[in-house]
């Protein structure tokens, strides 16, 4: 039984319960499509300014999708207090979190290659500059974002209102990620500035809080 | 008919337990020793500390004060030899059986589906049963969550309500179930509000008021056993 086996069987558990119940894939697909819609109504840009303002518009959408997936996947656990199934027994602690973070990426990913051509399309998109470093920086600011909120989201687990502490938790720890995935995305669209900075920042910001989060993990599963 | 505890060797020693929420304390104190292969009945009225004296052995209550022993070690390193079963059923509604406990297995280190199939099997329910949990009758979850207790053939089984929405035929067969393990050597806790069920069954009542325990009452039934 090693961390990896367990981290696997519990990521494999996750995905079937996801795809059986559809619980997260629907409310974030929903929620994505609604801003994306409301974004169009409200700004009618030229395809230059575009270019400018959609890296900022696409991580709030993935943003505020995200905090849906994340609030999902720890509610999962919380009925029939399954959890305590698992504290109970001798797998590693740091294989349920990084099922979990593996999990909220797989499906903040589909989310995104579902959303992103919405984006394109609507708002005219052509990018200036190097388009694959949009690759690195998707992948490294979705993980950014999904192992600092499924870490929060496992924290507020206990609270009474965790829907509202989890954004209250998330959103301020994230400013560094989301700045670097805003100003990364808006770099390679307008062909302005090299990205290689932001994806540094980005992997760097990674490092240290998966790091922070997997020291910090066992404490917070057996709070009570 | 009952008569004192024999003092043999106590595989759990809990040592002046105080458990606090807050400012309320569930445990006040909590002292005793209990035998191994015996089976314990824990009674009392609500919020006496029952559950949470079960949550404290299990490892899933850390308590304030005080220590728990388990075969020597702390619950949480005894794990292995611990079978918990809660008030909820501890299971995923949206899998089959069979699903929950092979993913409960692997949390075990336990390869491949025979024991999942056997746990299933012993509480007398039907391996091949392709529903949802949350699609089972009250009955037929609880003993599925007996088998995800049992599922890794622990030595000691920590029991919460395992017959509270049970009808009586189904807790009855419950009860065999219990006794049978018993007899084949575990040790066995059980919260319950319906003690007659256990009435000639349990080797040990235990009785709880107030966050601690205020009488323990032996029973014959070890002696008939033996």
Redesign the interface.
């Known amino acids: ?1 090693s961390l990896w ?2 981290t696997f ?2 990521l494999k ?1 996750d995905i ?2 996801e795809w ?2 559809k619980d997260a894939l629907n409310s974030m697909l929903f929620f994505s499509l609604l801003v994306v819609v409301i974004f169009v109504f409200s700004f009618d840009p030229l395809a230059e300014e575009s270019r400018h303002i959609v890296g900022g518009l696409v991580w709030v959408a993935f943003l505020f999708a995200a905090v849906v997936a994340l609030n999902q996947t720890w509610a ?1 656990e919380l ?4 959890l ?8 590693p602690p740091n294989a349920l979190f990084l099922a979990k973070a593996l999990g909220n990426f797989i499906f903040v990913s589909v989310l995104e290659a579902l959303m992103t051509p919405l984006f394109v399309v609507f708002y005219n998109l052509h990018v200036l500059g190097p388009a694959w470093q949009l690759i690195p920086i998707a992948l490294l600011g979705t993980w950014a974002l999904v192992v600092n909120g499924t870490f929060f989201a496992a924290m507020s687990l206990r609270t009474r209102s965790r829907e509202i502490m989890l954004p209250l938790l998330l959103f301020p720890i994230s400013i560094p990620a989301v700045l670097g995935m805003v100003a990364g995305t808006t770099a390679v669209l307008t062909g302005d500035n090299p990205a290689h900075f932001y994806i540094v920042l980005l992997l760097t910001y990674d490092v240290v809080f998966t790091t922070a989060c997997l020291a910090l993990f066992e404490t917070v599963l ?1 709070a ?1 | 008919m009952t008569h004192a505890i024999p003092q043999g060797s106590p595989i759990i020693t809990v040592e002046n337990v105080i458990k606090q929420f807050g400012r309320f304390a569930a445990l006040r104190g909590v002292t005793a020793e209990f035998d191994a292969g015996r089976f314990h009945a824990i009674l009392g009225d609500n919020g006496a500390g029952k559950t949470t004296l079960l949550r404290a052995l299990a490892g899933l209550a850390q308590p304030t004060r005080g220590t728990i022993s388990i075969f020597g070690k702390t619950p949480q390193a005894a794990c292995r030899d611990l079978g918990y079963m809660a008030h909820p059923s501890l299971l995923y509604d949206e899998m089959s059986g069979m699903e929950n406990l092979r993913y409960f297995a692997g949390l075990y280190g336990i390869a491949g589906d025979t024991r999942c199939e056997e746990a299933i099997r012993a509480v007398g329910l039907d391996p091949e049963l392709t529903r949802g949990v949350g699609q089972y009758s009250q009955g037929m979850r609880q003993r599925m969550s007996l088998a995800r207790a049992i599922l890794h053939d622990p030595r000691v089984l920590l029991l919460d309500e395992p017959f509270s929405n049970v009808d009586v035929h189904s807790a009855r067969e419950m009860v065999g179930l219990l006794k049978g393990m018993r007899d084949a050597g575990k040790t066995i806790f059980v919260v319950t509000h319906q003690a007659l069920l256990l009435d000639g069954i349990a080797d040990e009542f235990v009785w709880m008021q107030a966050g601690q325990i205020v009488d323990r009452t032996a029973t014959t039934a070890r002696a008939e056993v033996s």
């Open positions: 039984m086996s367990v069987a519990t558990k079937r319960l059986r119940s999962r009925r029939n207090q399954v305590d199934a698992y504290r109970v027994s001798p797998a057996h009570e």
